[in-house]
């Protein structure tokens, strides 16, 4: 950088990063590289003011301090470029889960939860502007607790964990949880959809499922990242449930939400690994059959539990077969669950032109599935209403559906695969 060569630089732009990334590279950027002036962490944001004042006196500038209790949760977000349909509301920051080859919980901390009240008051303020769709948002974000009391609700301890899954961290007394919210949320709200990601397996009580069952503009579209089919593999990833247990879970889900979408999560080629493992992840996906699904080969990071313990010992090579074959494992099984949906019918929300063509919709079920529709037999649709058109034919992971009020056609086929050669995985 321009510091490291003894100059002075030839404008008065400062450069800074800021975030997760920047708490983790901030040695190297700041003093061994010296590419940037500013160094902030995902919790220092109001600390911006006094950074950018000393980079601009000529002096780095660093503040990546975690913080036990900082939310932001009374600074108001500025949606610039938004679509006007769709939000995201973060409700929690941080997570306790540590699992074992994750960096989150030492990149953005430990675990902690907005108050309820000013995650009404956004929402409410979204609905008023006419938004038809929110997403709340958490690094771990079924774990939701509001233990500040602020509505005058005693702080209780939590039900206990579902059968087989063990928390690393046990969850905090609290007047309000997830399931709470959501049910606050949505009745609140009767015309807004409501989605919430990224969640962990364990903290899907039964009040939660009851919710989603029982609101109809709460999504029955769950993403539940399972990581592996393997429980050996499993535990080496702390995630603190086994195959077994996570076959369970998602058997309840179907049983009290049927039709329910399920997506998730897998991590190929982690420490250890067999090719048995890799075999009983295979079955898992085909067992299971999930909508949506992102997944990675194994990329180690550096302060995890898996940097420090564990051996990196899965061979480049056998990683990405092992990516290939489940991803292919997956879209087989997203096919067919695509070509079930044909002469179903779904509320879609319609949010803009296609991509393809100005003769047609495109818009989103409540399932998250992507469907495009022709104009023609409703000119005077506006972006933001909601239509009931029934599926009936698949290509790809879009769904067209013919928008005469009832109607409707599906193209789909394969589901929405995410993922490629890097990455650790998601962080839940």
């Not at 100059?7 to 450069?15: A, D, E, L």
């Not at 660093?62 to 995201?88: K, Q, W």
């Not at 790809?396 to 929405?416: D, K, N, Q, S």
Request: charged letters at 25%; a neutral charge; aromatic letters at 6%.
């Amino acid at each position: 950088g321009w510091r490291a060569r003894g100059g002075s630089r030839p404008t008065r732009t400062v450069v800074g990063l800021l975030g997760c990334m920047g708490e983790r590279l901030k040695g190297r950027l700041l003093e061994e590289d010296q590419l940037v002036d500013v160094v902030c962490g995902p919790d220092a944001y109001r600390a911006l003011p006094r950074l950018l004042a000393q980079a601009r006196g000529g002096q780095p500038a660093l503040d990546v301090a975690l913080s036990l209790d900082e939310t932001y949760a009374d600074v108001a977000p500025v949606r610039e470029g938004s679509d006007g349909i769709s939000a995201f509301v973060s409700i929690m920051r941080g997570c306790n889960n540590m699992c074992s080859y994750c960096i989150v919980p030492h990149t953005r901390g430990r675990e902690r939860s907005r108050p309820s009240s000013s995650i009404r008051a956004e929402v409410a303020q979204l609905a008023a502007q006419g938004y038809r769709e929110v997403t709340l948002l958490g690094q771990n974000v079924n774990s939701y607790a509001d233990g500040d009391g602020g509505d005058g609700g005693a702080l209780v301890a939590p039900s206990p964990t579902r059968d087989g899954f063990t928390p690393m961290v046990p969850p905090p007394k609290a007047s309000l949880r997830f399931a709470g919210l959501l049910d606050t949320l949505s009745a609140a709200h009767p015309e807004v959809r409501f989605r919430f990601t990224s969640p962990h397996p364990k903290d899907f009580p039964d009040q939660l499922l009851e919710v989603i069952r029982d609101r109809p503009n709460a999504c029955a579209s769950l993403h539940i990242p399972a990581q592996s089919g393997s429980t050996a593999v499993l535990a080496a990833m702390r995630r603190g449930y086994s195959r077994e247990t996570y076959m369970r879970l998602i058997e309840c889900v179907r049983e009290v939400l049927p039709g329910v979408a399920i997506s998730s999560d897998f991590i190929s080629g982690f420490c250890g690994e067999t090719e048995a493992d890799h075999a009983e992840t295979l079955s898992l996906l085909e067992a299971v059959r999930f909508e949506r699904a992102f997944m990675f080969a194994y990329s180690l990071r550096e302060k995890t539990h898996a940097h420090r313990r564990l051996s990196d010992d899965v061979p480049e090579p056998v990683k990405q077969r092992r990516l290939r074959e489940v991803i292919d494992t997956f879209n087989a099984g997203a096919r067919a669950s695509n070509e079930e949906e044909v002469g179903t019918v779904h509320h879609v929300l319609v949010e803009a032109l296609s991509k393809k063509s100005d003769a047609e919709w495109a818009g989103r079920t409540e399932h998250g599935k992507r469907v495009v529709l022709p104009r023609r037999p409703l000119p005077q649709l506006q972006f933001g209403e909601l239509l009931p058109p029934p599926l009936s034919r698949s290509v790809g992971a879009a769904a067209g559906g013919a928008a005469t009020g009832g109607g409707g056609v599906a193209r789909g086929g394969g589901g929405e695969a995410g993922g490629g050669g890097g990455g650790g995985g998601a962080a839940t």
